[in-house]
């Protein structure tokens, strides 16, 4: 095998080892809840941060320094990286990966010269994955980085970059299909307005409706056995981005009939963005059987925009996993590192530092999650809280069988409500910072 990266095999060593090549929690085979923490977990690396991702930002060029990359975006450049990101992938011991067409293969004089770039990454890939058994945990379309999306993609004013992103995405569509991906993902790069004074709003809606809807008509039609995932954003590119949420996706879903096909793809650096934590937006989601995977990054709390930091935070990654473990698993889904290492952090050996560092993280707050759990403390604390829903005018209510009538009479009756207990948030932070360490 071709060796770009002078790292043996990466393995788990235990809480105490001060390997940093090494795992201290994820151990892929140890049960969890009676499931191995790989099956839980579902690590997937992004292909465009960690094989295409130079660490430019606006203020210099990238300085990534990459001794495989001769920095072209050729189609032998794309074919040497299949075995770069094979090499690495292996040696981290992630099974899956997750990339946009544009990442793999570059785009081509015309559409039919792309696809046809495509189908030579694919073959290769293809061969990648039977031969190392990594798997595709997600394609999508890349419909924000070349200038004919620069009003957007399917909400564009104009109609022909709507047909050239159906036609992109078809092929998109196909090639997951080829290469058996277990979802698709539909982030919306460019889809919202930059002002509303030069923008039909209603129009551009309609039109995005009108495209998922088409996107899942052709997902019937050839049988691609793939989940369909919406990444909501709030911001950035644009002003405002029409997914902007799971509140808003889902109020769009209901209203284009499409909340059947769709599920998310939960990114927490986009969740702050929106201002909501990574926890708001999962407990969102999942309540309404909406959370189908999760784009594991970070932001900074002194910034606001997708820094796209590595997910380290212990606190977080441990909420996130109490709300996977706490719907059964993420089932198609799983965590993809939608992170890119920081401009500064150039050497290729950062990408493993980075990986590694993030796997622990999370393996560490699945852990954490589960003894949550076990204990069932926080759980029956929060039972507590609501259990005058329970029995009496509460479970009537519940059930429905309740009205403003037999409301006022019970209330007139009662005369004042039973006295409120106290919320006890602190306590319930304490309780939880029991498990974190
Ligand atoms: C950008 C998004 C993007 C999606 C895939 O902010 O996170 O990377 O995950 O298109
Ligand atoms: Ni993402
Ligand atoms: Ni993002």
């Not at 997902?219 to 990444?231: H, V």
């Not at 990054?297 to 380290?312: A, I, K, M, V």
């Not at 977080?316 to 473990?325: D, F, G, H, K």
């Not at 050497?347 to 493993?352: K, S």
Request: glycine share 10%; with cysteine.
């Amino acid at each position: 095998m071709t060796q770009f990266f002078d790292v043996p095999k990466i393995k788990y060593e235990g809480p105490s080892s001060k390997n940093p090549l090494a795992f201290r929690h994820y151990n892929a085979d140890e049960l969890v809840e009676g499931k191995p923490m790989k099956e839980h977990l579902r690590f997937a690396v992004a292909w465009w941060h960690t094989f295409c991702g130079t660490g430019s930002d606006p203020f210099g060029p990238g300085c990534a320094v990459r001794p495989w990359d001769d920095g072209s975006n050729s189609l032998e450049m794309a074919l040497k990286k299949v075995d770069v990101a094979f090499e690495f992938m292996e040696k981290l011991g992630v099974p899956f990966y997750c990339f946009h067409d544009r990442d793999v293969a570059p785009e081509g004089k015309d559409l039919k010269e792309s696809n046809k770039n495509l189908d030579t990454v694919v073959a290769k890939l293809k061969e990648a994955q039977d031969r190392t058994g990594i798997k595709l945990l997600w394609g999508t379309a890349n419909l924000f980085s070349n200038k004919r999306f620069v009003h957007g993609a399917s909400t564009s004013c104009n109609a022909d970059v709507f047909a050239y992103a159906a036609a992109q995405v078809k092929k998109a569509m196909e090639v997951t299909k080829e290469l058996g991906g277990v979802n698709y993902v539909f982030w919306g790069g460019r889809e919202g307005y930059m002002s509303l004074l030069n923008t039909q709003l209603r129009r551009e809606l309609d039109n995005l409706g009108r495209f998922l809807a088409m996107a899942v008509d052709y997902r019937n039609k050839i049988g691609l056995d793939a989940q369909f995932l919406i990444e909501p954003k709030p911001k950035e590119p644009t002003t405002h981005q029409y997914d902007s949420d799971c509140a808003a996706c889902m109020a769009f879903l209901k209203t284009y009939g499409l909340e059947k096909e769709f599920k998310f793809n939960i990114e927490t650096n986009h969740a702050t963005l929106a201002g909501h934590s990574m926890g708001h937006e999962l407990a969102y989601a999942s309540s309404y059987g909406m959370l189908g995977s999760i784009d594991a990054n970070r932001g900074d709390e002194l910034l606001g925009w997708d820094t796209d930091q590595f997910p380290t935070n212990l606190y977080t990654n441990a909420q996130v996993m109490l709300a996977v473990l706490g719907q059964g698993g993420l089932g198609r889904g799983g965590l993809n590192f939608d992170a890119k290492v920081r401009r500064d952090s150039f050497e290729p050996i950062d990408l493993f530092y980075a990986h590694i560092g993030a796997m622990d993280a999370f393996a560490h707050g699945l852990k954490i999650a589960a003894e949550i759990r076990k204990d069932g403390v926080l759980k029956e604390m929060t039972e507590k809280r609501y259990a005058s829903w329970e029995s009496g005018v509460g479970a009537q209510i519940s059930e429905g069988s309740a009205s403003f009538e037999t409301l006022e009479k019970y209330m007139l009756e009662k005369g004042e409500v039973t006295p409120n207990a106290s919320g006890r948030q602190e306590l319930f932070e304490a309780v939880f910072n029991r498990y974190i360490g």
